[in-house]
T-cell receptor, first 113, second 112 residues
């Protein structure tokens, strides 16, 4: 079956511009996660959605970052006024429920020039 | 908060060598533990998991045992292959917090 998909796969943007990254989770998965992977670093948790509950935004690094999940399915991560330090691979993952293993998408490589 | 500490890489081994990648954790409660693998040019995928103390996860010849007394989940394989070259991430899932914490990853290169 279809896995987690993300778009775009690569995004180059100028400093100060806004970007939107999209994640399509596996159908039926109620939990959705966003992570950031900087070069040579581990995964940094950003935000977590579970069903209709309020999202856990505790990992968002600043108020320039926001995310939403429409209809309990597709999610969009928005970064406003991008900075060079935002350059990283942004990974989305979904799972059947909060306690289950996570399935990762291929990521979006964001480069801020 | 929760944390995961992995053995620093990179690790370079010859084919058929024995592999150990150390992983220790700190967490409240009783987390589930995972190893994920990221092959070159691919996304992360689950390699194995263990959900309670003394459980052993295994897959593709890799094994890891959930050791509560030493808060460890070391990854082992008896005979590595070139195709095992990848980045390996240790992770925990804290049910109470509802979130995962990942280690920094260990890059393994296996030479023929």
């Amino acid at each position: 079956g279809a896995g987690v998909s993300q778009s775009p796969s690569n995004k180059v943007t100028e400093k100060g511009k806004d970007v939107e990254l999209r994640c399509d989770p596996i159908s039926g998965h109620t939990a959705l996660y966003w992570y950031r992977q900087s070069l040579g670093q581990g995964l940094e948790f950003l935000i977590y959605f579970q069903g209709n509950s309020a999202p856990d935004k505790s990992g968002l690094p600043s108020d320039r970052f926001s995310a939403e999940r429409t209809g309990g399915s597709v999610s969009t991560l928005t970064i406003q006024r991008t900075q060079q330090e935002d350059s990283a691979v942004y990974l989305c993952a979904s799972s059947l429920d909060r306690d289950y293993e996570q399935y990762f998408g291929p990521g979006t490589r964001l480069t801020v020039t | 908060g929760d944390s995961v500490t992995q053995m620093e890489g990179p690790v370079t081994l010859s084919e058929e060598a024995f592999l150990t990648i150390n992983c220790t954790y700190t967490a409240t409660g009783y987390p589930s533990l995972f190893w994920y693998v990221q092959y070159p040019g691919e996304g992360l995928q689950l390699l194995l998991k263990a959900t309670k103390a003394d459980d052993k996860g295994s897959n593709k010849g890799f094994e890891a045992t959930y050791r509560k007394e030493t808060t460890s989940f070391h990854l082992e394989k008896g005979s590595v292959q070139v195709s095992d070259s990848a980045v390996y991430f240790c992770a925990l899932y804290n049910t109470n917090a509802g979130k995962s914490t990942f280690g920094d990853g260990t890059t393994l290169t296996v030479k023929p």
